[in-house]
């Protein structure tokens, strides 16, 4: 008797400690940061896939923070909405991340969300895009470009290449309302405007930096207005758009046509259609971000502080002067 209570005990206790065992293993695989590999993990929220630039951006990310690299990169696409990269920055938090890093859809309304990260200890690394807030201690730092410098870039040339010309018509493609590169385009185009008498933008509006939307506004600017001289494209995909609706409006367009391109990213379509003289003027975007938030993680993994902001160094190619090797020496 005492023999099958004995038995009964033994067999009670190694049920309990199995459940225990398994609770504790599901909780475990729940657990992001916790695992046995020693990798780093990298919470990464990107504003989507809208255009060749951020594809290009998010493989650079997943190329970088692989497991052969050392680290677990836990990869959320916002698909263009605020409330999606919020929602993902507190699941970081809650999978106990080691890093968040995001590109920002907007630069307003993140300060909440920073501060949960800030509370639980994770360093934030903001990419591409810039936030606006009155905390800096919110972020850990941010690497990028300098989007002003970039329309300042393309302004200059067409100070140059219009300087003759009395009144220059102006259709603005922005891209989306809000975002950096938007802003600091815009800015850059905003100044030039100021400064030469004779500018006159006769149409603005947001093509998202798609191709698809750039399409759109473009075929409903050519049915009001039949003199344009300058279509200044936030991005390259937009660029595209404005080309296709061009062609199908049989105007000429590029190097010795009738409306003159300017585009950013430079990414290697858009240096493609450079060459072939259908863009006048790209304004480099780089978006090889990983080995630079990379860079970064490696100096904090270090005890050291990396500096608040990094900017990317830049170039512009104009169509009368790139060449092959120029776009071959690319890898976007």
Not at 10 to 23: E, H, I, N, V
Not at 157 to 174: G, N, S, Y
Not at 213 to 221: A, H, N, Q, R, T
Request: net charge negative.
């Amino acid at each position: 008797m005492k023999k099958t209570i004995l038995l009964f005990i033994c067999a009670m206790m190694l049920s309990a400690f199995t459940l225990t065992s398994c609770k504790k293993d599901d909780n475990k695989a729940n657990n992001a940061a916790d695992n046995n590999e020693g990798l780093i993990v990298i919470g990464f929220s990107q504003v989507g896939a809208e255009s060749d630039w951020r594809i290009a951006n998010t493989k650079s990310m997943r190329e970088t923070f692989s497991e052969e690299n050392g680290y677990r990169l836990l990869l959320k696409d916002a698909q263009q909405k605020q409330e999606n990269q919020i929602q993902a920055i507190n699941d970081f938090i809650a999978q106990k991340v080691d890093y968040i890093v995001f590109a920002p859809v907007t630069e307003e309304g993140w300060d909440d969300a920073l501060k949960n990260a800030k509370s639980a200890g994770i360093p934030v690394i903001i990419v591409d895009r810039m936030i606006k807030t009155t905390d800096d201690s919110l972020y850990t730092c941010w690497v990028g470009s300098d989007f002003r410098n970039e329309g300042d870039v393309a302004v200059e040339w067409m100070e140059t290449t219009f300087k003759d010309v009395a009144d220059l018509k102006i259709v603005h493609l922005q891209g989306s309302l809000g975002s950096s590169a938007q802003i600091g385009r815009t800015e850059g185009l905003a100044a030039g405007v100021d400064r030469n008498s004779g500018w006159d933008v006769i149409y603005r509006a947001t093509g998202d930096f798609t191709q698809v939307k750039g399409k759109e506004v473009m075929e409903y600017v050519l049915k009001q207005y039949s003199h344009i001289d300058v279509i200044y494209c936030e991005n390259d995909n937009m660029a595209f758009g404005a080309i296709e609706a061009l062609d199908a409006a049989n105007k000429t367009y590029g190097v010795n046509g009738e409306v003159a391109i300017i585009s950013f990213d430079a990414t290697n379509a858009g240096l493609n259609e450079t060459l072939s003289g259908k863009i006048n003027y790209n304004v480099e975007c780089n978006p090889l971000h990983g080995p630079r938030v990379e860079a970064l993680i490696k100096q904090l993994e270090n005890g050291v502080t990396p500096e608040k902001l990094a900017f990317v160094e830049e170039v512009a190619f104009d169509a009368t002067t790139i060449t092959k090797a120029d776009i071959d020496a690319r890898s976007y």
